[in-house]
């Protein structure tokens, strides 16, 4: 593991198990080992489309 400082905080989420499944899938495609780092490309990606989306009605 690296050593550098991270902005990190530790959250714990119930999901179903297809959705553990899914973001197992997506974490091997991505070649992640952490299914906290998904989440953080999922979340990262939504952010971006919806700040698209936002600007787009100005």
């Known amino acids: ?11 714990s989420v119930v999901v179903t198990a297809q959705t553990k499944s899914n ?9 992640y080992k952490e299914l906290g780092r998904v989440v953080d ?7 971006i489309s919806l700040h ?5 009605h100005d």
């Open 41 to 47: 490309k999922l979340t990262r990606e939504k952010m």
């Open 23 to 31: 973001l197992e899938r997506l974490a091997a495609v991505s070649g």
């Open 52 to 56: 698209v989306k936002e600007n787009d």
């Open 1 to 11: 593991m690296r050593t550098d400082k991270k902005n990190l905080r530790r959250i």
